[in-house]
């Protein structure tokens, strides 16, 4: 009877732990990134925030510098994927509930970019959004302009003097991303723009004098990196990361950079605690 | 006989229990005494302690790809892999297939006891059977209840045990990036004058009033404030590494070459006898005094710094030299080459 209770509890289907690859890539943008040393000029008029999710949608947070009323056009605001096609912000098509077949969906709520940002404290790369870099501008507090509120997904909107703002949609990047490093050997600790896999563009339509004539702020991102190291003998995922570590070694200082530990684990079972696979560090300015 | 086969019994119930009793796995991480852990979630779990291991906990239920480590003080969060290995949890899994039969028999043991058929005339084995019966029927069916949640945590369900010791990335020095992307302007941006001052014959005085009032001038290529630029090359000297004060190793060619990155950054790389002493370079900040005297600071490890005299002689300091998980200090007296 114990063998016949043995054979049946082994015939069910075995699950074990599978670490294939521990994957990483990292972001630029082709402007300089502002710093401490130089900081986003007084006289500018816009900002703009960027974050990477590590399934690759990025956010745009959109900073009002001005004493003026913002207004934003979001039907002449565009995302511009890697394989060149391009999306509006604005997108009548996509309901605030879409659905994850499209390329972009629509948020609500707020978002805390310090968490989004990885930063740990005020100063250095990790504490750029809090400090040192003049986001806001003057008549900005501190605590305020690392929390964002999406704005509505209408044709334009409006965003109040000093004040912020996330773009109403969230767009998938071709190439970057968990699935992007789930699988294979790659080598590209560092990648030319002109070389690079994944080039992608944000352009964002704003007036500062009541909608009668619009200025655009154009962002262009590539990926600057990949590193793809299989784990060689089973379970040994730390000497696959320190490969990457000696191959790339920058990794953790990039601007926008992300590791994924891939592994087999169903992240759809609510028993399963999701992210503790990957690390997505790091966010993008740009101003004018 | 049977009060034997009872006390057996018994025990293999309290065996039971206890294998449904622990859903956590600790495990030992090495590295600097005094740098933190923390998890994904950006929880601090432990401090390494002057032993150079610190024991963690994992339930049983989460899963870790991965740790960060942070020494006080540095802005870098240096994420380590978990390694881990494939373990059927046997132990467990054959409890829990026990604990049915063993619930079934503690029943027939109550009955029996309640029966009082245990086989003895005197029925001295009615209490045992009970007692022992309620015990068992107990501990196999808690043990079954246990067992199948347990079983079903990410940890026995997906057989990996995470190896009893682990260890950090710390070893690793990393460098920032350098920026080759083009600086944004901005309309109506206030112009600061530089300090580079047209040649004023012919041509356009430069925007300085103060070099308008200098008079004419000959324009120098120098730059003295390019810091980086001034401390560059390659000293050679000697140097020594020590541990816990005591001299392990002496070197007798050491070469410590300094390159340029920006005006106020190096990268700096060491060589002894030829051989390069870590595994990358170390992106040093450079400060200038008025005396003329240079110091350069290591990014994450302040205590590690350089100091270059007027004279281009070199005093290098750093004690914080990882070597297969010692910590050692390494001791430079160099001049630059010319």
Request: one cysteine or more; aromatic letters at 8%.
């Amino acid at each position: 009877m114990l063998s016949a209770f043995l054979l049946l509890t082994s015939c069910g289907t075995k699950k074990v732990l599978n670490a294939n690859v521990v994957g990483y890539q990292s972001v630029r943008t082709r402007h300089a990134q502002p710093t401490p040393e130089r900081p986003i000029p007084k006289s500018a008029e816009i900002a703009v925030v960027y974050t990477i999710s590590e399934t690759g949608e990025i956010t745009a947070v959109v900073y009002n510098r001005t004493p003026n009323t913002m207004v934003i056009d979001q039907t002449k605001s565009f995302f511009v994927n890697t394989d060149g096609k391009s999306t509006s912000y604005y997108d009548p098509t996509v309901r605030t509930t879409s659905s994850t077949s499209s390329s972009s969906i629509t948020r609500g709520g707020s978002i805390n970019l310090g968490a989004l940002a990885g930063a740990f404290g005020v100063g250095g790369i990790l504490g750029r959004i809090a400090s040192g870099i003049n986001l806001g501008g003057a008549g900005t507090t501190g605590t305020a302009i690392t929390n964002a509120t999406y704005v509505a997904d209408q044709p334009q909107v409006s965003l109040a003097p000093h004040s912020n703002g996330a773009m109403s949609k969230v767009f998938s990047i071709i190439g970057i991303g968990k699935d992007a490093l789930s699988e294979g050997e790659v080598l590209l600790p560092e990648i030319p723009e002109q070389q690079s896999y994944s080039h992608f563009s944000i352009y964002i339509s704003y007036s500062l004098d009541d909608g009668k004539t619009f200025k655009q702020i154009a962002t262009d991102f590539y990926a600057n990196s990949k590193v793809i190291v299989p784990v060689r003998g089973r379970g040994r995922t730390n000497e696959a990361l320190r490969q990457i570590y000696a191959t790339k070694q920058n990794a953790i200082n990039e601007y926008w950079w992300m590791l994924y530990f891939s592994n087999n684990i169903d992240k759809n079972n609510a028993s399963i605690k999701a992210g503790h696979d990957f690390r997505v560090q790091g966010i993008l300015f740009d101003y004018q | 006989m049977p009060k034997n086969i009872i006390k057996f019994l018994s025990l293999a119930a309290a065996i039971l229990l206890f294998h449904s009793c622990t859903t956590s796995q600790t495990i030992s991480i090495a590295g600097t005494p005094g740098t933190e852990i923390y998890t994904p979630d950006k929880d601090k779990i432990a401090v390494i302690p002057a032993t150079g291991k610190a024991k963690v906990r994992i339930p049983g239920d989460v899963y870790y790809a991965y740790f960060m480590s942070h020494q006080v003080g540095s802005n870098e969060f240096v994420p380590f892999a978990l390694d881990f290995n494939r373990c059927n949890y046997a132990g467990k899994r054959a409890a829990r297939i026990l604990s049915y039969p063993a619930a079934a028999l503690g029943a027939i043991m109550v009955g029996l006891g309640a029966a009082n058929t245990a086989g003895e005339e005197d029925g001295s084995l009615r209490g045992p059977f009970i007692g022992g019966g309620t015990i068992i029927t107990a501990a196999g069916i808690t043990g079954a209840i246990a067992l199948h949640k347990q079983l079903k945590q990410t940890q026995l369900r997906y057989r990996y045990k995470y190896l009893s010791s682990q260890s950090t990335n710390e070893d690793f020095t990393f460098t920032h990036p350098i920026d080759n992307g083009f600086i944004r302007t901005v309309k109506n941006e206030p112009q600061r004058s530089e300090t580079q001052v047209e040649n004023s014959e012919g041509t356009p005085a430069a925007t300085s009033t103060a070099a308008r009032r200098r008079g004419k001038t000959s324009t120098a290529t120098r730059n003295l404030r390019d810091n980086g630029k001034q401390v560059a090359g390659t000293y050679v000297g000697t140097g020594r590494l020590l541990l816990n004060g005591e001299e392990v190793e002496s070197y007798t060619d050491i070469k410590v070459v300094v390159k340029r990155i920006d005006e106020n950054n190096v990268l700096v790389e060491v060589y002894e006898s030829g051989e390069a002493f870590f595994n990358t370079g170390d992106k040093y900040s450079i400060k200038k005094a008025s005396s003329g005297k240079f110091t350069l600071s290591l990014k994450g490890i302040p205590s590690a710094t350089i100091t270059i005299s007027k004279n281009k002689n070199m005093v290098y300091l750093h004690p914080k030299v990882n070597i297969e998980g010692e910590i050692y200090t390494l001791e430079i007296k160099a001049s630059l080459q010319e």
